[in-house]
């Protein structure tokens, strides 16, 4: 039986090869796969780094969202957010319920293999980066990878104002 975290990097693999991506995989030790941590240790610019964050709904039906942020900025949840998914309360989803929703874990969650099912809000001030760091689908690894991988992935968004 495969590792589920193996089968979600070769989700990420194979959806980069289809659009002819440019990028590159980064090994990592999973005990530095929170941006910070990995930025640090390994050297790359935080403003590089761009974090994919569930959001849930509080009230109501379950509804979810992913939004991608520059790792130096805040998303605006409780505006920009609520108001795209046409909701009135939202949180940040609980790192149980982010796991279940994409197979992933906090540290490791991509927008590169998330169901097609959740939008995806990308905050466009990744697009003026040399290069973007997003998860890898698991915490061994991350992405580096050309800014505009991030025009290619379904069900995604771009925003100007996504963040506060």
């Known amino acids: ?5 193996r089968q979600i990097e070769e989700r990420v693999v194979s959806f980069l090869d289809s659009i002819e991506a440019d990028y590159e995989i980064v090994e990592i030790d999973p005990d530095f796969a929170d941006t910070h941590n990995f930025c640090e240790k390994y050297g790359f610019p935080i403003e590089t780094s761009g974090n994919t964050i569930v959001v849930a709904s509080k009230r109501g039906a379950k509804k979810h969202s992913a939004s991608v942020v520059r790792a130096d900025k805040r998303l605006d949840v409780n505006h920009k957010v609520c108001e ?6 939202a949180s940040f989803a609980k790192p149980e319920e982010t796991s279940e929703l994409t197979g992933m ?47 290619k992935i379904p069900n995604a968004t771009l925003f100007d104002d996504l963040t506060l």
């Open 1 to 5: 039986m495969t590792d589920p975290s």
């Open 84 to 89: 795209l998914m046409g909701i009135k309360r």
């Open 105 to 151: 874990m906090i540290g490791g969650v991509t927008c590169l293999a998330l169901p097609t099912e959740i939008p995806i809000y990308i905050d466009a001030s990744l697009l003026e980066q040399p290069y973007v760091i997003l998860g890898g689908g698991s915490r061994s690894t991350k992405i580096k990878a050309n800014p505009e991988v991030l025009k």
